[in-house]
């Protein structure tokens, strides 16, 4: 058994995005599709003792059409704000020390990239090499891309040798099972609920921010805070 997910990239994401990497064999970043607008493609969330706080990467949209791997950074100077942001925040968190050095010479590479995929793969790979997610990554750009939207996204699957296919929930409002099953493959649904809670600033617990609060508050064992069951047929 083979199991895919294929995804837009997000912005240092949140835990479930992560959860949803490390249940599969193969994930592929769908970054050739349109960039949306006030959307977790640039932007995310941290939390504080005073609150939730956006973290958002200026970028320049040209046109509606624009794709999320063409759209470009509008500056670098984001980056030494969103540290100077995550350093206040978290100075006092428990594993501050642990992961604070790394992530800013990501920050630092980051300031050298000019495309929001390129910022987000690299987060996103650095985060998965904390929680010790071994998933292969692939981009959708390198493997043959079909013009209709689900036939797209089973060619994909096809060439990966899937024989499942995990998507999001929010894809059953477009998803067409059979396109799937008539080639083999058979489609399985994400569940994003009972994450247990950890130690985190402030009041009333917020499951949605970034995975970077995770791994400052509970370090090593970030991990075990992803939950891992079994997803919905």
């Known amino acids: ?12 994401p949140w835990k479930g995005y992560f959860d949803l990497i490390n249940q599969v064999d193969d994930f592929v970043i769908y970054d050739c599709v349109q960039y949306t607008k006030n959307d977790w493609r640039n932007r995310n969330q941290i939390k504080s003792k005073g609150g939730l706080q956006w973290l958002t990467i200026p970028v320049s949209v040209k046109s509606r059409s624009q794709l999320i791997n063409e759209t ?9 704000k969103h540290l100077k942001s995550l350093i206040q925040t978290y100075s006092k968190s428990k594993f501050y020390n642990l992961y604070i050095d790394e992530l800013a010479a990501c920050f630092d590479t980051a300031k050298l990239l000019t495309k929001l995929s390129e910022i987000n793969i690299l987060f996103i790979n650095w985060i998965n090499k904390q929680l010790g997610i071994t998933t292969k990554i692939h981009l959708a750009t390198d493997l043959i891309l079909e013009e209709d939207r689900i036939d797209r996204l ?5 060439q990966l040798d899937a024989s499942h296919y995990l998507s999001g929930p929010a894809a059953k ?3 067409d099972e059979e ?11 994400m569940e994003y609920s009972g994450y247990p809670e950890y130690p985190q600033f402030g009041s009333e617990f917020q499951h949605g921010v970034s995975v970077l609060d995770l791994l400052f508050h509970t370090g090593n064992d970030a991990s075990s805070f992803i939950k891992r069951s079994p997803c919905k047929k």
């Open 154 to 158: 089973v060619s994909i699957c096809e």
């Open 1 to 12: 058994m083979k199991k895919v997910a294929i995804l837009q990239s997000n912005y240092i």
């Open 173 to 175: 409002d477009y998803l």
């Open 72 to 80: 470009i950074v509008a500056n670098n100077i984001w980056a030494d």
């Open 179 to 189: 396109c799937f099953t008539d080639k083999g493959i058979a489609i399985e649904w």
